[in-house]
């Protein structure tokens, strides 16, 4: 198999690498699809738990996927890393969670961004938001051949930059005083598309500008209100499939989604501030957020009050909403990676940045040219140059003579460099794994029965909650009433003298309910429990028992027969 913390992988690598884990680890892995992607390819799931002692549906799950966006390929391993360490460290643990890895839900896109000729797409490759080429101009393309794309600077009296007078690598903006000099336009590494116009030179229209994590169904907005949305809610058939697994799929409690970059961890809402949620559900949102923080170093940050492009707009439709609203499960989206931080610039992009000073998306937008010479000093220093190709004159077919060079984000910004890969997805791993841990878990605590004589007997079961979360997981499924309470179900011959063979329960609490210091605390009820009985007339053979919560998991049994 592939080391997935040295490289990343091809959709056919991909493919070898998850039906090895699946032959390799045949108890604890199975291999599906979702279904397929635009152009066909299968969106691999891999269900993870210890089948030898149960179905996952009968466990509390969480689901991880990753490379939702087309070019974020380390979120791909980091659901692999995953997998690896819960089959050859945590075997314990899979008897008691279910978990749902998706490692690609973007294959097409991906395929592009790791051609010979990449492609950088948002998300799918379905032309969007129209079918035919509308508009000419620079189309991104590598045309000097090199397997990268890069800038064009093109000369120009009345172009917005020029050559930084600290390091002339660097391009920086041109100010007011600048009146004399070399000046340039930047463009796209690419080829012309349309009708050359040597006056009038411009980025093309992209033909393919879906955002997949736009087009799911919570306050999902139209193309005129938010770009890459989608003609309809979950109308692309990657967001489609994973809505239409995810609804039958109740036993999910928590969801995280991998994307890259700026090594955070993001939590809802992307369109409503912290008061609005269920006070134990923030509570809980920055306890677990919290501790992945503490073991990544990557911020908690709540997207509507720290993520947002802009102050006026909101992010809607997004994955990790659509989950908390509808599902009631708790749900994260991690942006692996950070070559800034790793470059020693921290302002404004560390855990000590207060609500307010946040620079994740402001810092393409202004920063002090002193910060990108520190990054241009970090890649000539830890990764031989390669980060930023040295501009190198081109003579391109349409435009003449260029210049093509700068920042290769693929390689620095997009994905962690390989050598840096393994330090950031162990983290991530160490954090899904505790998360899983939290989840809800019924136990039996007792199974009694007692003769009464003449034939009778009383039946109990006592069910506990071992988990840390509630049965429900999260107050938000609970008043919206998105789960059934525990059931109850009695079969086998018997003469039902007292209760009845199916009956509907209340929901169990777990351990978050409960302050951190027993300070002014009014003491505990053991409101994890749940105690049912029955008195029935018994014959010879075994009456069986089942317990079952969408959520918290199932149990079952026997009682025995003539005593």
Not at 295 to 308: I, K
Not at 410 to 419: K, V
Not at 439 to 446: D, F
Request: proline share 6%; charged share 25%.
């Amino acid at each position: 198999m592939i080391d997935i913390t040295q490289q990343y992988l091809n959709f056919e690598e991909l493919t070898q690498w998850v039906r090895a884990a699946a032959e390799r680890w045949p108890r604890w892995v199975r291999l599906s699809s979702l279904g397929d992607s635009h152009e066909g390819r299968p969106l691999w799931c891999l269900t993870v738990t210890d089948f030898e002692t149960g179905q996952d549906l009968d466990r509390s799950a969480v689901w991880v996927d990753g490379n939702l966006h087309a070019s974020e390929l380390s979120g791909t391993n980091a659901c692999l890393h995953l997998l690896l360490e819960l089959v050859e460290k945590h075997t314990e643990l899979l008897g008691e969670v279910a978990f749902y890895l998706v490692p690609r839900l973007c294959p097409d896109g991906a395929e592009l961004a790791l051609s010979q000729d990449p492609r950088f797409l948002r998300s799918s490759v379905r032309e969007y938001p129209f079918s035919d080429p509308v508009g000419s101009g620079v189309e991104p393309h590598d045309v000097d051949g090199n397997g990268k794309l890069l800038w064009m600077r093109v000369p120009d009296p009345r172009g917005a930059w020029k050559a930084s007078s600290e390091d002339g690598r660097l391009m920086v903006r041109r100010e007011v005083e600048d009146r004399q000099g070399t000046f340039y336009r930047l463009l796209p590494e690419g080829r012309w598309r349309g009708d050359y116009d040597a006056h009038l030179q411009q980025n093309a229209p992209p033909l393919q500008a879906l955002d997949l994590n736009r087009n799911f169904p919570h306050k999902w907005r139209g193309e005129h209100q938010q770009a890459g949305a989608g003609p309809y809610p979950a109308s692309e058939p990657e967001v489609r499939h994973c809505v239409d697994f995810l609804m039958k799929h109740r036993n999910v409690c928590q969801a995280i989604t991998f994307h890259t970059f700026s090594g955070v961890i993001l939590r809802p809402y992307s369109t409503e501030p912290d008061e609005s949620l269920p006070k134990g559900d923030l509570d809980n949102f920055k306890y677990f957020g919290e501790r992945g923080s503490h073991w990544t170093g990557y911020p908690l940050l709540c997207v509507y009050h720290d993520f947002r492009y802009s102050p006026k707009d909101d992010i809607t439709g997004t994955f990790d909403d659509w989950v908390y609203e509808t599902l009631g499960a708790y749900s994260w989206t991690v942006e692996i990676w950070s070559v800034l931080r790793k470059a020693g610039i921290t302002q404004g992009l560390d855990r000590q940045a207060k609500r307010g000073e946040h620079r994740f998306i402001k810092w393409f937008e202004e920063h002090p040219i002193a910060e990108e010479i520190q990054l241009l000093k970090f890649c000539d220093e830890h990764l031989g140059g390669r980060g930023f190709v040295d501009w190198q004159a081109f003579e391109h077919p349409d435009l003449g003579a260029v210049e093509i060079g700068g920042w290769d984000m693929f390689y620095l910004f997009r994905n962690p460099p390989a050598e840096f890969l393994k330090a950031e997805l162990e983290p991530l791993s160490r954090w899904v794994i505790w998360l899983a841990q939290a989840n809800p878990r019924l136990v039996l605590a007792e199974q009694r029965q007692i003769g009464l004589g003449e034939d009778l007997y009383r039946l109990e079961l006592v069910i506990d909650n071992a988990g840390w979360l509630p049965s429900y997981g999260s107050q938000k499924a609970l008043e919206g009433k998105l789960l059934r309470g525990l059931r109850v179900e009695l079969s086998g011959y018997a003469e039902l003298v007292e209760g009845k063979r199916e009956q509907q329960l209340g929901q169990l609490e777990g351990i978050c309910s409960r302050p951190v210091s027993p300070l002014w605390h009014k003491g505990d009820a053991n409101d994890y429990r749940i105690k049912v009985s029955w008195v029935v007339r018994a014959g010879q053979a075994p009456i069986g028992w089942k317990v079952l919560h969408d959520r918290a998991g199932r149990l079952e049994g026997s009682f025995l027969g003539h005593l």
